[in-house]
């Protein structure tokens, strides 16, 4: 998996190229919330080049969401491929997040 970050202001852009699963998880949180602060407002994440997500990745967001909704932002999710959708849906994950 390779990601890259980007702050534009108070939202921090994360694109997510690959499999988020048991393997990858744990760097992507320790990587993402390096760069979180207390003015970070929202996180973008593209899912456009993610392949596969786990109920590892799911927990991964899962941490982001808790992390940043603490402080009343939101991470809402960009090109969400079929795939990675239908396990949104199968786990109600798609009304815990914004989706586009």
């Known amino acids: 998996m390779e990601t ?17 699963d048991a393997a ?5 949180v ?20 993610l392949e596969y997500i786990s109920s590892a990745g799911l927990r991964a967001f899962m941490a982001l969401y808790d992390r940043i909704c603490d402080g009343d932002g939101g991470i809402t999710l960009h090109g ?14 798609n009304e815990v997040f914004t989706i586009d």
Do not use: H, P, W, Y
Not at 4 to 20: M, S
Not at 24 to 28: K, N, V
């Open 4 to 20: 890259t970050f980007n702050r534009e202001n108070d939202i921090l852009k994360i694109k997510v190229d690959g499999r988020l």
């Open 24 to 28: 990858t998880s744990e760097d992507f």
């Open 30 to 49: 320790v990587e993402t919330e390096k760069r979180i602060d207390d003015s970070l407002r929202s996180i973008e994440i593209d899912c456009s080049a």
């Open 80 to 93: 969400v491929g079929e795939q990675v959708g239908d396990v949104l849906r199968m786990t109600g994950m």
